[in-house]
């Protein structure tokens, strides 16, 4: 905890000279892959923007996102499957699987447009450590397949 | 509680003159969300907390909304889940497939009914635009820890020696060994259990 907590700062630190190759692996560790996409979609973080495609890995803290054309899928680690309608923003912000060690954990911040959720292991496994943050409200999901719409001029 | 109950009809009114705010811009729809029927139409639960209040949605198809003040669930209908996220439910991507593959004692020679398994596993395999694929070896109880380990890694390489597809590369690939640790069957110490010889392959 501490020692991502520095990694972050020091990365934080080094972001402007562009030193920060070295630091990817730290916790970005591979949760899933990009397997379907429509349209213009695109995978973001710490500022940097890259087109998806199905293939691409996905890492923890990484924004997907789509235009008014576009749609999303990806498979996680756990077999937990997710996809997204156009004009969405959605980011895994938390992801444990290490069944082995209970370490089970799947946090996913929506922040606008439409979201297709069906459980993976970890739901399976540990049915209070799923859940999706919205603008208005926390989603605790104990294992089953939803679809969410969140409109980001909801009053919070 | 006056303070509160006032607090309640600001709020009111403040989501009211937003609601008519978004019925005059185009398509505007509070977020609420869906539970959908599983494959054997049964639904979990999901538990939708709010700044007042929590909803628990646990029959097919109920709905709420996700909103700071509580309000009733109701029952959506098909339309309206296709004409909301028809977009979202096209892009989900296909359902992970899951092979077991068993093993005789003590090495790493398949089982001839597992043997004639690879084709399937490939064409699983081929059958997908982006596939990741993880090969996860498991002994039995036999022999000590640290050498079931190794076993079950030799294993999973093993397997992934014997899967003749173009699309598994080192990129989409995962090769591991879970050891005696993670059986199919519980046993005890140093059982010979023909189950827990696998290796267990996902194809994503």
Redesign the interface.
Same mark, same amino acid.
């Given at each position: 905890m501490l020692a991502s907590r520095a990694v972050r700062i020091l990365r934080a630190l080094l972001l402007p000279i562009g030193l920060t190759a070295g630091l990817a692996w730290a916790d970005e560790a591979i949760i899933g892959h990009v397997k379907t996409t429509t349209g213009q979609t695109y995978l973001v973080a710490a500022g940097k923007t890259v087109a998806a495609q199905p293939g691409a890995a996905l890492q923890k803290g990484q924004m997907l996102t789509t235009d008014h054309t576009g749609s999303l899928g990806v498979t996680l680690l756990d077999n937990t499957v997710l996809s997204i309608g156009p004009d969405s923003e959605l980011v895994v912000v938390e992801y444990a699987y290490s069944p082995g060690r209970n370490e089970l954990k799947l946090l996913i911040r929506m922040t606008k447009g439409t979201l297709h959720y069906i459980s993976g292991v970890i739901a399976k496994l540990q049915p209070e450590g799923v859940s999706i943050k919205t603008p208005t409200g926390l989603i605790g999901v104990r294992g089953t397949e939803l679809v969410l719409r969140v409109n980001p001029w909801d009053i919070q | 509680m006056i303070a509160s109950h006032r607090h309640r009809a600001i709020?009111r009114t403040?989501?009211g003159l $937003?609601c008519l $705010? !978004?019925l005059m811009t185009a398509g !505007?729809?509070?977020?609420?969300?869906? @539970?959908? %029927? &599983?494959a054997d139409g049964t639904?979990?639960?999901? @538990?939708?907390?709010? $700044?007042n209040g929590i909803n628990v949605l646990n029959s097919p198809m109920e709905a709420v909304r996700?909103?700071?003040l509580p309000s009733n669930t109701y029952v959506a209908t098909p339309d309206q889940?296709q004409r909301?996220?028809?977009?979202? @439910?096209?892009?989900? %991507?296909?359902?992970?497939t899951h092979f077991q593959l068993y093993f005789q004692p003590g090495g790493s020679v398949l089982t001839p009914e597992s043997e004639l398994l690879l084709q399937r596993v490939v064409q699983e395999i081929d059958s997908?635009?982006?596939p990741?694929i993880?090969i996860i070896g498991h002994t039995d109880t036999l022999g000590d820890a640290s050498a079931n380990e190794t076993l079950g890694l030799e294993r999973a390489m093993q397997v992934k020696s014997l899967l003749f597809s173009a699309k598994l590369t080192l990129? &989409?690939t995962v090769v591991e060994s879970?050891g005696e640790? &993670?059986p199919l069957v519980k046993a005890a110490d140093n059982t010979n259990e023909p189950r827990n010889r696998r290796v267990e392959i996902?194809v994503?």
């Open positions: - | 709020m403040t989501q $937003l $705010l !978004c !505007c729809t509070s977020s609420y969300i869906v @539970l959908l %029927p &599983n639904a979990g639960k999901v @538990l939708v907390k709010g $700044l996700v909103a700071a889940v909301d996220f028809g977009a979202a @439910l096209r892009a989900s %991507p296909k359902r992970p997908r635009e982006a990741d993880s990129a &989409n879970h640790k &993670n996902t994503r």
